[in-house]
C-alpha cells in the first residue's frame, strides 16, 4: 500500500484544480505550483487535501481556527502551505513539511494581527521535519530564521506549452489593433508590481507598452489593457520585444519571468526575492527604476545576446524534473 500523503492548502482553487486533474482558469502564481506537486505526489502516493483547511469566503479567523485546528488526519506526510502552518496544529504521527513561496513582512501588513502571525509562523516552521522553498534567496532567509532542513524546488513548466504557430503573432496584433511598433509587456496591471514605474520610464520610447490581469487595477495609466486567455498570454510573451517586470513585492521566483523565458524573449527587472536568481543566473538584467529605460534600450538593440542562455537555463525545470524531485523528497523523508 502507498504512504498517505495529506496536502493542507487555505485554497478552494487548488482544492477545485486537484479534483478536476486540471488547471482551472482561476488558478495562477503559487497556487498554480502547489496544485502541480499535489498532482505530482499523487502519481506515487495516496494524496488528498484536507478540506478542513480550506478557508471559504466571509469565514472568520476564529472559525477558521477551530476548525482546521480541530482536525489533524491521518497521514504518513503532511504537506501544509503557509496558512495552515500557522493556523493548523503540527501531526506528531506523522512527517510534516511547509512549503513557503516567499514571506513578504512589509507588503503583508504592518498590524498587530500580521506581527503574530509571523511570530507564530516562524515558531512552527522550526519544528517541521522539512522546508521547501522555490529559490536559493529564500533557503538562505529560512535557514537564517532557525530552519535547519531547507529544500528549493523550483517553478516548473512544460516547455512545449510555450510554443506557439508562425502566424499566431500576426493574428494576436490584429485582433487588439497594435500598432507596428515593439510591444514591451509591463506585467500585471497593480501598483505592487510596478506598472507605474516602468511607464514612468517608459512613457517617451516608441514602443507600444501592454499590461494585463483579470481585473486593471492601475486603470490611470494610459497603458494598454488587455486580460487574456492562457494562449493568448503566450503569444503576449512572444509577440513582446522584451519583458519589464519590476515588482515591488518579494518573489518567491516570479513565474512570468521564467515563462517569457520560455518564449526566448529578454526580461528587464527589479530582482526583488528570489526573481533576483532567477535573472542573474539566466543572465538577464537586473535594474533600479531610476535604470529601467537605459535598460531596456540596450535589450532592444542586442537581443540576441540575453535569449538563448536566458532560455538555455529556464528549459532544465520541466515537469521531468519537478515530479521526480518532489516525489524523491518525500521517499527520502519517509525512509528516514
Not at 486567455?229 to 513585492?249: D, W, Y
Request: net charge positive.
Amino acid at each position: 500500500m502507498s504512504a498517505k500523503v495529506v496536502w493542507q492548502t487555505k485554497s478552494p482553487v487548488v482544492l477545485e484544480s486537484f479534483k478536476q486533474k486540471k488547471i482551472t482558469s482561476i488558478i495562477k502564481g503559487g497556487n498554480v505550483y502547489n496544485f502541480q506537486a499535489a498532482m505530482a505526489l499523487a502519481q506515487k502516493y495516496d494524496v488528498t487535501i484536507d478540506e478542513s483547511a480550506i478557508k471559504q469566503d466571509r469565514q472568520n479567523v476564529l472559525k477558521y481556527y477551530l476548525k482546521h485546528r480541530l482536525n489533524t488526519p491521518q497521514a504518513d506526510v503532511t504537506v501544509k502551505e503557509n496558512y495552515p502552518v500557522v493556523v493548523g496544529a503540527i501531526n506528531r504521527s506523522s512527517k510534516n513539511i511547509a512549503l513557503i513561496h516567499h514571506i513578504d513582512k512589509i507588503n503583508s501588513g504592518q498590524s498587530y494581527g500580521h506581527k503574530v502571525f509571523f511570530v507564530e509562523l516562524f515558531r512552527k516552521l522550526r519544528k517541521m521535519d522539512l522546508v521547501i522553498t522555490v529559490s536559493e534567496y529564500w533557503k538562505n532567509f529560512l535557514e537564517e530564521h532557525g530552519c535547519k532542513n531547507v529544500k528549493v524546488i523550483y517553478n516548473s513548466f512544460i516547455p512545449e506549452d510555450y510554443q506557439i504557430e508562425q502566424n499566431d503573432i500576426a493574428e494576436f496584433r490584429n485582433k487588439y489593433s497594435i500598432p507596428d511598433k515593439p510591444i514591451v509587456y509591463i506585467g500585471n496591471a497593480h501598483k505592487q508590481k510596478g506598472v507605474y514605474e516602468a511607464y514612468n520610464a517608459l512613457k517617451d520610447l516608441d514602443v507600444e507598452l501592454i499590461m494585463t490581469d483579470a481585473q486593471n487595477l492601475a486603470s490611470d495609466l494610459p497603458v494598454r489593457f488587455l486580460s487574456l486567455s492562457r494562449k493568448e498570454f503566450v503569444t503576449l510573451l512572444h509577440a513582446s520585444e522584451v519583458v519589464v517586470l519590476m515588482s515591488k513585492l518579494m518573489e518567491g521566483w516570479n513565474r512570468v519571468a521564467h515563462e517569457a523565458l520560455l518564449c526566448n524573449t529578454p526580461v528587464v527587472g527589479s530582482g526583488t526575492g528570489g526573481m533576483g536568481e532567477l535573472l542573474t543566473k539566466s543572465k538577464q538584467i537586473i535594474t533600479t527604476n531610476e535604470a529601467i529605460k537605459e535598460n531596456v534600450e540596450t535589450v532592444l538593440k542586442n537581443r540576441s545576446k540575453y535569449i538563448n542562455v536566458g532560455y538555455d537555463f529556464v528549459k532544465q525545470f520541466d515537469m521531468n524534473y519537478f515530479n521526480s524531485t518532489w516525489q524523491q523528497t518525500v521517499a527520502s523523508l519517509i525512509g528516514r
